[in-house]
Nanobody
Framework: QVQLVESGGGRVQAGGSLRLSCAVSGSIFSMYVVGWFRQAPGKEREAVAAISQSGLTTDYSDSVKGRFTISRDNAKATVYLQMNSLKPEDTADYYC????????????????WGQGTQVTVSS
């Protein structure tokens, strides 16, 4: 069973940047597709981005495309989400998740989840 721990959340003003980290342990990190998801208060969970095992394939939701960048360092067993040009509507709890197959952003296909890190963007 793989374990995931998110970090890097915080409070930032609109237009600012944050970098989230997802540290993965408990298995061979390079075997896993990793995704980032978010959930705002009172809203359903939303997929944000996903990255393949090699890092060569990525996918983004339309709401973050061009502003967020997902990347991974297999040597450090960590996936990053660089968030630029943040907007108040990006405010949410952010979660990373892992699975073995398919660079898709269907949350139901991810079997392992972290506890989340909170991001607040003020206007």
């Amino acid at each position: 069973q793989v374990q995931l721990v998110e970090s890097g959340g915080g409070r930032v003003q609109a237009g600012g940047s944050l970098r989230l980290s997802c540290a993965v342990s408990g298995s061979i990190f390079s075997m896993y597709v990793v995704g980032w998801f978010r959930q705002a208060p009172g809203k359903e969970r939303e997929a944000v981005a996903a990255i393949s095992q090699s890092g060569l394939t990525t996918d983004y939701s339309d709401s973050v495309k061009g502003r967020f960048t997902i990347s991974r360092d297999n040597a450090k067993a960590t996936v990053y989400l660089q968030m630029n040009s943040l907007k108040p509507e990006d405010t949410a709890d952010y979660y990373c998740a892992a699975k073995l197959y398919g660079v898709t952003m269907d949350g139901h296909s991810f079997g392992s989840w972290g506890q989340g890190t909170q991001v607040t963007v003020s206007s």
